[in-house]
């Protein structure tokens, strides 16, 4: 059975189901739903990739405010929807709006369900250094992400793989598992498996403060940390010399290191050569290889190191 499916996102998790959506012959795509416009610093205007292509198919789009609005709900009901398919659209939708499509509506997840429900599966996954990682499509239900599992596929995380390097391929990897959960919807053959509530863990929104790197941790937590917030919020320090007003650093690879324990404080650099330095951690140490200097380009730790020197005792925090 053909379905009417109106799409609700608005992040790079969401782009490449829309664009299989909207060049499927099996399923009629009516509209998209996405985020208000937004203007970042210099009022530029941030692009939104699936309103672009939206607006380029001739597809309806609505960018409300507050989807549960009442002539919010009254526009989502003339596109006569069979099924709503989310993914990270960035609002919670109410009974009334999950009383509009026909067939229900599905969210593409990016974590292997129950785990990690709420606002940042993908960085949670980087930061706590798990095996793998992967995309569960749920039914929506009113309680967040706690709706029955329709389809899960998993993948394992490369070792110097950040967040947003996941999230390409977990975008990627849900194209054929959404697909395969829309056609069974349509046939009446989707298997509905309910999460076990004993296994349910949450993660929280992150803010531009999460980035700031704790060097407190272990080097290991530390590696994770670094990968995990990229490439929001950022993992940041300060580097901090006597003779120097002190230095905003994007700290953007490092490599874990086991050292011997010293009379050194977390966060003081150890070590340095002309490639790059090492800063002790909690538990042993890492070497930054990679950094970006506030308002300067990404660049190896020796192109630094050229422009500013780098001495041991010297901190970060």
């Not at 909690?282 to 190896?300: E, F, N, S, Y």
Request: proline share 7%.
């Amino acid at each position: 059975m053909t379905l009417r499916i109106l799409f609700l996102g608005t992040g790079p998790l969401a782009l490449p189901t829309f664009q299989a959506l909207c060049d499927s012959r099996e399923h009629q795509l009516v509209g998209l739903v996405t985020q208000p416009d937004r203007t970042g610093r210099g009022h530029h205007q941030h692009l939104n990739p699936l309103k672009e292509l939206a607006v380029a198919k001739g597809l309806a789009v609505m960018q409300p405010d507050l989807i549960k609005a009442p002539e919010s709900v009254d526009s989502l009901r003339k596109s006569e929807a069979d099924l709503f398919v989310v993914a990270a659209y960035g609002q919670i939708l109410s009974n009334a709006v999950l009383a509009v499509p026909r067939r229900g509506s599905i969210n593409i997840h990016a974590s292997l369900l129950p785990k990690y429900r709420g606002a940042t599966p993908i960085h949670a996954a980087v930061l706590n250094g798990d095996a793998e990682a992967g995309i569960t499509i749920i039914e929506i239900v009113q309680k967040l992400d706690a709706g029955p599992m329709l389809g899960q596929v998993s993948t394992a995380i490369q070792p110097n793989e950040t967040t947003g390097q996941l999230e390409q391929r977990l975008a990627d990897l849900a194209i054929p598992l959404t697909l395969q959960v829309i056609n069974e919807i349509g046939q009446g053959t989707a298997t509905r498996t309910p999460q076990d509530e004993a296994l349910v863990t949450h993660v929280r929104k992150l803010s531009k403060l999460d980035g700031l790197v704790p060097w407190s941790k272990s080097a290991v937590e530390i590696e994770h940390h670094v990968r995990g917030m990229q490439p929001w919020p950022g993992p940041f320090s300060h580097l901090h010399q006597s003779d120097k007003p002190s230095l905003r650093l994007q700290i953007l690879s490092v490599k874990a290191v086991e050292i011997a324990s010293g009379p050194q404080l977390p966060g003081t650099v150890i070590g340095v050569t002309a490639q790059d330095f090492t800063v002790r951690c909690g538990t042993g140490a890492v070497t930054i290889l990679t950094l970006q200097p506030d308002g300067k380009r990404a660049m190896p730790t020796s192109d630094f190191l050229r422009g500013r020197k780098v001495a041991v005792g010297d901190t970060l925090s």
